[in-house]
């Protein structure tokens, strides 16, 4: 109705009909694109001549009417359209045109790897897989337990741990200060009463005089008590200080130590002057990311130095531990990459994987035939797709020393099957650097594989033997140029202190000068499991015979109060007398083995020989054996060691295979032999005590 009234419009449309044909194209002739023009010309008068048309045509007077003027728009539509034809063919094919791509974009679907998903579908023990793991981890209870929070679980299954024992809450331990290979500790008991739970065992040897007192008696203005806290000085079998680099106090020398253990000490001091030095020159933060104003010189000399240590061609060195494996994996596996993950990697690598948003396939830990499974099936599943295995990046992401279990990956056979299969490795070696091989490079080194060709990508953390913050990735050029535009940790975090990185140039020196230090730490190493296995055959022994004497005299104090019942039955009815027979049926199901090996377990040590990381657990899962060992850790505190509890309660819901309780030990350089035989000591007679209910 706008264009119909307008009568400029009119008056120039009329004025194009009145021009002869020849003007009109002699204009057309002159212009770029004649037929366009014409086009546009003939279109805006077509839409003018039927919006006046419109706007002057009456409205019908009746619905029979407005039928007809409805059933006559499509045979006007076909009169112009075949008018249009004759007239402007062009116009025809270009409105064509756009009219069947209008109709193919809104009615056509996008099948784009369509068929790649359909034949890609979950196989059953996927699919069994996935249940499991949503039922174990994700799915919330359908109803709360009806047990409550601090009673004993499976009391009828007639655990030797006392029930008062067994439903204590176990109290936080706060780390105030590490030095040397001691620590000193805070016990926050959340329960009433005395802060040690009943006093500190005699085997203490001596550590209540370690104990003194801190804080003084400071009181906050919401609260009407002291803030004085008991701090405690224990052996620290508990963190990952190897080496001994992080942690030396000069008021606190063992007067006992030999020459490997001055020479630390002589390490970790060299180490506080070189970060002091650094601190001095460069202030403390950077100020800013990697890629921006945030490196130093500091940051690029550690670079250079740790890519000579372990022979490769460059690194590059992320602010935090954890975030470097973390960034590395997310870097260089992406949305439809294949990434073949070890079951028991901890957080931070499983961190990188799930951000990566690849394909994951889980293979049993260390099981080098269900790897080749897992590689087969993927294999398998490429002939049936006729895909070729470049068509996307694949990975087998392991651990060189494995935090969580302290065993170590056989990457002999892995690497051999990596071959194989065409697949790329990428190795974290936090754990394994300074503590594996001849000269402590890692695991690489101990099994004589060949960096940047046997396993492509390194990670390695400086915050356990190296002794400061951070961590570096290691490999070729290539490697190391990806993750300075796609290393989210290296992008977007403000980079690592420069004194951190003069630490670690300082440790990596020592590491390289003073061999003697890594001897020390291997012969404590190997000490550690030939002592802890013969004690703890002995305390298995002892353990089992007090079990099964607990058992027997259970078996008869139960069967002379049936005898006792039966007695005392005889004068009542038949009826009765058999009611009190079938009361009597659980005395004739009790037996000795029953009580003692299915409550009670031996413990043994399941880490690898060669691992600082020792960790012991139950032979078989039993009743209550997180408290239980829980309580063997408290009781170790008692005694002046500080061990750890690990397994489901300590460690991410979301790793891909449940930790079994256990309690881990670190063997460092610093102990001594008098040092080990304490703790293996204390963690016997801890686990006595709390199996026999004492």
């Known amino acids: 109705t706008g264009l119909a009234s307008c009568p400029q419009l009119e008056r ?71 008018n249009l034809v004759s007239n402007d063919p062009l116009h025809v094919i270009v409105e064509t045109t756009l009219l069947l791509s209008i109709v193919y974009m ?16 979950l196989s059953s023990k996927e699919q069994s897989d996935l249940l499991h793991e949503w039922k174990s981890k994700l799915r919330a209870p359908l109803v709360p337990s009806l047990q409550p929070a601090n009673s004993t679980e499976d009391a009828s299954a007639g655990s ?137 010189d500091k940051h690029l000399e550690l670079e250079d130095e740790i890519s000579k240590f372990t022979q490769t061609e ?34 931070p690598i499983l961190t990188g994987v799930i951000l990566s948003r690849a394909t994951v396939k889980w293979f049993k830990h260390n099981d080098m035939e269900d790897l080749e499974r897992v590689l087969t099936d993927v294999q398998e599943t490429d002939r049936k797709l006729k895909r070729s295995s470049n068509a996307q990046r694949r990975f087998i992401v392991v651990e060189g020393l494995y935090k969580n279990l302290g065993t170590i990956c056989p990457l002999e056979q892995l690497v051999r099957l990596k071959h194989k299969f065409h697949y790329r490795l990428i190795l974290d070696e936090s754990f394994s650097f300074g503590t594996l091989g001849k000269t402590g490079k890692g695991a690489l080194e101990l099994h004589g594989q060949r960096p940047m060709y046997d396993a492509e990508i390194m990670t390695i953390a ?42 670690a140039i300082s440790t990596l020196h020592t590491m390289k000068n003073e061999p003697k230090i890594y ?25 089992s015979a007090a079990m099964a004497a607990t058992a027997t005299a259970r078996v008869e104090s139960l069967q002379a109060a049936g005898k006792q019942g039966s007695k005392k039955d005889k004068t009542k009815t038949k009826q009765n007398s058999s009611a009190s027979s079938n009361n009597s049926q659980p005395v004739e199901t009790i037996s000795a ?68 309780p256990a309690v881990r030990m670190t063997v460092t350089a610093l102990h001594t032999k008098q040092d080990i035989d304490k703790v293996i000591t204390a963690l016997c007679d801890s686990l006595l005590q709390v199996c026999q209910g004492n």
Request: proline letters at 4%; one cysteine or more.
């Open 519 to 543: 001897q020390t730490l291997q012969s404590n190493i190997e000490y550690m499991f030939e002592q802890l296995k013969a004690k703890l055959h002995e305390t298995n022994a002892k353990l």
């Open 314 to 347: 460059g690194a590059i060195m992320y602010s935090d531990g954890a975030s470097t494996c973390s960034s590395t994996v997310a870097a260089f596996a992406k949305r439809g990459d294949l990434l073949i993950v070890d079951e028991g990697v901890y957080e």
């Open 593 to 660: 083995p029953t009580l003692s090996m299915g409550v009670i377990a031996p413990m043994v040590v399941t880490s690898d020989e060669r691992s600082p990381i020792v960790v012991a657990q139950f032979e078989h899962e039993i009743p209550n054996e997180t408290k239980i060992l829980n309580l063997v850790v408290r009781q170790c505190v008692k005694r002046g060691v500080a061990v750890v509890a690990t397994g489901k309660q300590a460690s991410s819901t979301a790793l891909n295979t449940e930790l079994a």
């Open 106 to 121: 809104v009615v056509s679907r996008n099948t784009e790897g369509y068929k790649q998903h359909e034949t890609e579908r």
């Open 462 to 503: 400086l915050e356990n033997s190296i002794g400061s913050i951070g961590g570096v990735t290691v490999g070729n050029e290539e490697v190391v140029d990806h993750q300075r535009l796609s290393g989210a940790g290296y992008c977007f975090s403000a980079s690592a202190p420069p004194f951190t990185a003069s630490a």
């Open 160 to 296: 030797t741990a006392t029930a008062s024992s067994l439903g204590e809450a176990i109290p936080s331990i706060v780390v105030h200060k590490q030095k040397g290979r001691f620590m000193e500790i805070e016990i926050v008991d959340d329960g009433s009463g005395d802060e040690d739970g009943g006093g500190t065992n005699d085997a203490d040897d001596g550590s209540n005089e370690n104990r003194k007192k801190s804080g003084g008696s400071k009181h906050a203005k919401q609260e009407h008590q002291s803030d004085e806290r008991t701090l405690h000085t224990v052996l620290n079998f508990a963190s990952f200080d190897f080496w001994g680099m992080q942690s030396h106090d000069e008021d606190n020398i063992n007067v006992d130590a030999d020459d490997a253990i001055t020479t630390a000490e002589g390490g970790s001091s060299a180490i506080k002057e070189s970060s002091r030095e650094a601190l001095n020159k460069y202030g403390c933060g950077s100020c800013g990311p990697r890629g921006f104003y945030g490196t130093i």
């Open 12 to 82: 120039n449309l009329h004025a194009s009909n009145d021009q002869p044909s020849s003007i009109i194209n002699h204009q057309s002739s002159t212009m770029l694109f004649p037929a366009m023009h014409q086009l546009g010309v003939r279109s805006g008068a077509s839409l003018y001549e039927f919006l006046h048309s419109a706007s002057t045509r009456p409205l019908p007077a009746s619905p029979a009417a407005a039928w007809e003027w409805v059933v006559s728009i499509p045979m006007q539509y076909k009169d112009w359209w075949w």
